[in-house]
């Protein structure tokens, strides 16, 4: 036994010693290994290894800028930017760091989301980059940093925010998801509200911090303008809350409103209803998003006599006193017959106007002519744009002489064949309560910059002056026996002031003709009559089942006006100044 064990002892040793000389080999070719890869990262040429590494780790962004903020006259905010962050992981970090269901269930907690919708993106091995939740409030963005969990880090980021809610809207607008304008102010000021963006290069550790030292550019971004108004959020919310209160009285399909300062032709209010919230803009439809105070082309009825009138009288065609035969209510023109809501006879010119007859409209519009009257309805502003500096306005229907039709001139003189907007309107109203000055409407008083100058100021603007001062006057007396017991618009009367207005009740077209049933519903008028300040309108589209401007539209008139001339102190007329101002016409027996 010991034979044989000595003898296999040197096939062991030359065994053992092959073994050692594979692992010596081994070791040495791994050693060589690392050595030529240490001497080439060294020695070598490595540039474009060197690049990628710092462009793993390098970072150039553009430096979003906040939007800046529309104010109304008072300087009260109605849009603004608010800080917000991006709430974003790393999945690659956060797997590695083995803690992916605690990070789960903490943002999940957080920010009230779908723990499985959290999940799918923090699973994600080789991502190095989801958003989770964007636009998150700074609060809930400061918890979720207190909690220092590795592969979550933020994004600055703003988001646009309206205070009133509804309030103004149609005239405010939105900001789309992207930060662009996309309706109202918002739209027609983007360029001066967005400002410009700045834009960093610059490098960031492991855990996606910057490496302040590491900035190679920094251009600093230009913060967006600020927007100021002639809008009055009080006279606003007066005018939203009478327009609500019309909405529900009289089941209508829709409603809308304007208050205008006369002498500057600013407006102070415009507001118009279904609405909606820029807050949650795409929660609307497009219906809802309607401005249709400037947007709504209609037939504007009775309302437009006055331009008729005030054209006749600034010529010197006709006189208060005169008469007019208004045919008991039926009267054949041009083979077709024209109407009276109610049948009047002899009437002077001051009662026909105060009693809204059409027949008596359309006899005076003969007596101008086609030429004239067009004219004087041009210079009013009916047909054009009023330029009021809004997205979304019509310029409503004048159609040129050439295609009047011989029943034209007698149909457009009672608001028919011709379509207008509410602002048209209200302003063609202001010029007569400002001596026959036609303004142009203001919406935008200034553009600012952040440090306060002045980029854009927008300047009062006459348009035209379609009457005499002399003209506006007289407009003015007839106009506010309108609101007296036996005028249309009695319901209209502000206690211990003179209203000086005009109903409209227009039947809305149909093929064929005009609906029996549907029709738009309107009252404009000037406050105080004696000295206007105010020249308010109200339409009403549909109102069921009262129809009447009178009786619908008055009323919402007479409330928007009370608050109105309080708020703005606009003091009561005197009883004997406004007893002898009211007093020059006396009504004759029909």
């Not at 608010?82 to 974003?88: A, D, G, I, P």
């Not at 208060?320 to 077709?336: A, K, L, S, T, Y």
């Amino acid at each position: 036994m010991r034979n044989i064990r000595g003898a296999n002892t040197p096939m062991i040793e030359r065994r053992s010693w092959r073994r050692m000389a594979l692992l010596a080999l081994v070791m040495t070719l791994i050693w060589g290994g690392l050595g030529a890869r240490l001497f080439y990262l060294h020695l070598g040429d490595n540039a474009h290894r060197l690049q990628k590494a710092e462009n793993n780790h390098r970072r150039s962004r553009e430096i979003l800028v906040g939007r800046g903020r529309i104010l109304d006259r008072n300087d009260k905010v109605l849009a603004l930017d608010l800080s917000t962050k991006h709430v974003v992981v790393d999945p690659e970090v956060v797997l590695q760091s083995g803690y992916s269901r605690f990070v789960t269930h903490q943002l999940a907690r957080v920010l009230e989301l779908d723990p499985a919708m959290v999940a799918a993106k923090v699973n994600r091995p080789g991502r190095r980059f989801e958003y989770v939740m964007r636009h998150v409030p700074m609060d809930l963005a400061s918890e979720i940093n207190s909690m220092g969990m590795l592969g979550v880090f933020f994004n600055d980021a703003s988001n646009r925010n309206y205070p009133g809610g509804r309030l103004a809207s149609h005239v405010v607008g939105f900001a789309n998801h992207e930060g662009v304008g996309s309706a109202g102010i918002e739209l027609r000021f983007d360029r001066e509200l967005r400002g410009v963006p700045g834009f960093r290069m610059t490098e960031i550790d492991g855990r996606h911090r910057e490496v302040y030292q590491r900035r190679t550019m920094d251009i600093q971004p230009q913060e967006g303008s600020d927007v100021i108004l002639t809008i009055d959020q009080h006279v606003q919310y007066f005018v939203e809350v009478a327009l609500d209160k019309v909405m529900a009285q009289h089941n209508a399909k829709g409603a809308w409103a304007i208050v205008q300062h006369v002498r500057s032709g600013d407006i102070l209010a415009m507001a118009s209803r279904p609405a909606y919230d820029p807050n949650e803009f795409n929660r609307f439809r497009d219906d809802d998003r309607l401005n249709r105070a400037i947007g709504f082309v209609y037939e504007p009825g009775s309302t437009f006599k006055v331009a008729v009138f005030a054209a006749a009288f600034n010529e010197g065609l006709i006189k208060p006193e005169q008469i007019v035969d208004c045919e008991n209510g039926r009267w054949i023109h041009n083979g077709r017959p024209l109407r009276d809501f109610h049948p009047y006879g002899r009437l002077s010119i001051a009662d026909a106007l105060k009693k809204s007859s059409n027949i008596a409209a359309a006899k005076v519009a003969l007596e101008l002519g086609e030429a004239r009257l067009y004219d004087y309805l041009r210079a009013f502003g009916v047909g054009s744009r009023t330029g009021v500096g809004l997205p979304g306005e019509e310029g409503g229907i004048l159609n040129p002489r050439s295609r009047w039709t011989s029943l034209s001139i007698s149909r457009i003189a009672m608001g028919h064949e011709v379509a207008t907007t509410a602002l048209q309107l209200v302003n063609m109203q202001s010029a007569i309560g400002n001596q026959g000055y036609l303004m142009k409407p203001r919406i935008v008083k200034q553009v600012l910059n952040t440090r306060g100058d002045v980029i854009l100021d927008v300047k009062e603007e006459v348009l035209a002056r379609p009457i005499r001062a002399d003209t506006a006057r007289l407009m003015c007396r007839l106009l506010a026996r309108i609101t007296e017991t036996g005028g249309t618009g009695v319901r209209a009367q502000v206690p211990g002031y003179t209203v000086a207005g005009k109903t409209g009740t227009a039947q809305k077209p149909t093929r064929g003709g005009y609906s029996d049933d549907d029709n738009i519903s309107s009252f404009m008028g000037l406050i105080p009559a004696e000295d206007p300040q105010l020249s308010i309108i109200v339409v009403v589209d549909e109102p069921q089942p009262e129809r009447t401007g009178g009786r619908v539209a008055a009323p919402a008139f007479r409330e928007i006006a009370e608050q109105v001339v309080r708020y703005l102190d606009i003091p009561p007329v005197p009883a004997e100044v406004a007893q002898e101002f009211q007093s020059i016409f006396v009504e004759r027996p029909m």
